[in-house]
């Protein structure tokens, strides 16, 4: 396989959120071969199966985990748990038959918030992977406290060592893609 292609999912719907900027950074220090787009959640609506036809939105995200190889999961925390508009684009996909999006793919996840950078929030999103048969890389895990000058006013990462986590963990991520695939 020549090129490897990844998904960004977001759990912040804000544009100058930190852990969007974590994702930019994550697409700026793939390594060669490999790309990355970043979804963008905001138009998503709530799952719900009352809902007949799948707005334009929704089928947007489903395309674009379909034709991921990876993902990587930018996770805030939000009272210790996942962001609404993460939780929500992985339900959205887990409902597709079989679970064919999300069943026996990679996942790295990342993390930007307060003290300990959403660390119980990622542990929780492990559980959820863990039942969409998801495959969670262990290690490095990224934990990046966003409020001691990690990130510019604009989401951006001003960190070499956020950079360089996310470098590792990136390269991480395609060595185990690539020996699962």
């Not at 998904?7 to 100058?16: N, Y």
């Not at 929704?58 to 210790?80: D, F, M, T």
């Not at 999300?102 to 119980?120: D, E, N």
């Not at 929780?124 to 990690?150: D, I, M, S, W």
Request: charged share 20%; net charge neutral.
């Amino acid at each position: 396989m020549s090129e490897l292609h990844l998904l960004g999912i977001g759990g912040s719907l804000r544009r100058a959120s930190a852990n969007r900027g974590l994702l930019r950074a994550a697409q700026a220090v793939l390594p060669a071969g490999v790309t990355m787009d970043i979804a963008e959640l905001g138009d998503v609506p709530f799952y719900s199966s009352d809902i007949g036809q799948k707005p334009e939105s929704v089928k947007r995200l489903l395309a674009q985990i379909e034709s991921a190889q990876g993902l990587v999961l930018a996770c805030p925390e939000y009272n210790y748990s996942i962001a609404p508009a993460l939780k929500n684009a992985l339900d959205w996909a887990s409902r597709e038959p079989d679970n064919h999006l999300l069943s026996g793919k990679t996942v790295a996840i990342v993390g930007a918030g307060g003290g300990m950078g959403t660390s119980r929030a990622q542990y929780h999103l492990r559980q959820v992977c863990v039942y969409l048969n998801l495959y969670v890389l262990n290690k490095p895990e990224v934990f990046v406290n966003a409020f001691t000058g990690n990130f510019d006013e604009h989401g951006d990462v001003l960190s070499d060592t956020v950079r360089e986590q996310l470098a590792a963990q990136m390269q991480a991520l395609v060595q185990l893609t690539k020996k699962l695939l």
